[in-house]
């Protein structure tokens, strides 16, 4: 129950205190590295990689919620300052908030599911594509093709979302072969040893030459 919820509270404290975690980042260059490091570093094995998945998926919802009740609205650019774009854009957010929370319940409860990574990529292309053509549409920034770059990659992952988790689940089997590979050169090795230490009477033991023979007492 505790693994379950976690993520959920762990996105929710990141989205509550994301103000004072970007303002912190600010101006120092070395926390971007390290902070992409440790999300790569998680890929790497199953279980880390899933609870990241589903922090993310949490985190994804709460950011469109936030942006659909905070006090601050988002203002749109001049291009698309129109109250049908508005409406659109809080549909838009109710929508990704939805099927955020359905993807992270789904990735819980499912790990791998195929039309749970649906709504996850889903949700993510439709959130950081908006966000990015707002962003464009104010400051016209490298952030904001940034942002769009990453709804494609999202887009991406929605429509090949079959293939990602086939491959991923390719490549647990392999290291699962892998672990019981090692495991079995280890306990070989192992019984190797204790052959070599055990204690044989030499009068017992093969003969491995003619020297052996002559040198062996009669009778």
């Known amino acids: 129950m505790v693994g379950g919820i976690?993520?959920?509270?762990?996105?929710?404290?990141?989205?509550?205190f994301e103000p004072r975690l970007t303002a912190l980042a600010q101006g120092r260059e070395a926390i971007l590295p390290v902070v992409v490091f440790l999300l790569l570093s998680s890929l790497i094995h199953p279980r880390s990689r899933r609870l990241l998945v589903i922090t993310l998926c949490y985190a994804v919802a709460f950011l469109a919620l936030r942006d659909t009740f905070w006090p601050r609205p988002v203002v749109l650019p001049p291009l698309f300052d129109y109250a049908v774009l508005e409406d659109v854009r809080i549909a838009c957010l109710l929508v990704v908030a939805v099927l955020a929370a359905v993807a992270g319940?789904?990735?819980?409860?499912?790990?791998?599911?195929?039309?749970?990574?649906?709504?996850?990529?889903?949700?993510?292309?439709l959130y950081f594509t908006g966000l990015g053509v707002i962003t464009y549409g104010w400051h016209g920034s490298w952030q904001a093709v940034l942002l769009c770059a990453m709804g494609a990659m999202a887009?991406?992952?929605?429509?090949?979302?079959?293939?990602?988790?086939?491959?991923e689940i390719e490549i647990e089997e392999e290291a699962l072969i892998s672990d019981?590979?090692?495991?079995?050169?280890?306990?070989?090795?192992?019984?190797?040893?204790?052959?070599?230490?055990?204690?044989?009477?030499?009068?017992?033991?093969?003969?491995q030459s003619d020297r052996d023979y002559r040198m062996r007492p009669e009778g």
Do not use: M, N
């Open 6 to 16: 976690a993520p959920a509270i762990l996105a929710g404290l990141a989205v509550l």
């Open 105 to 125: 319940v789904g990735e819980t409860v499912q790990s791998g599911a195929v039309w749970a990574r649906r709504c996850y990529f889903g949700a993510a292309s």
């Open 155 to 167: 887009l991406y992952g929605c429509l090949f979302a079959p293939s990602i988790v086939a491959s």
């Open 180 to 207: 019981d590979a090692i495991q079995q050169r280890q306990l070989a090795a192992h019984a190797r040893v204790l052959r070599e230490k055990e204690w044989k009477d030499p009068g017992l033991l093969p003969p």
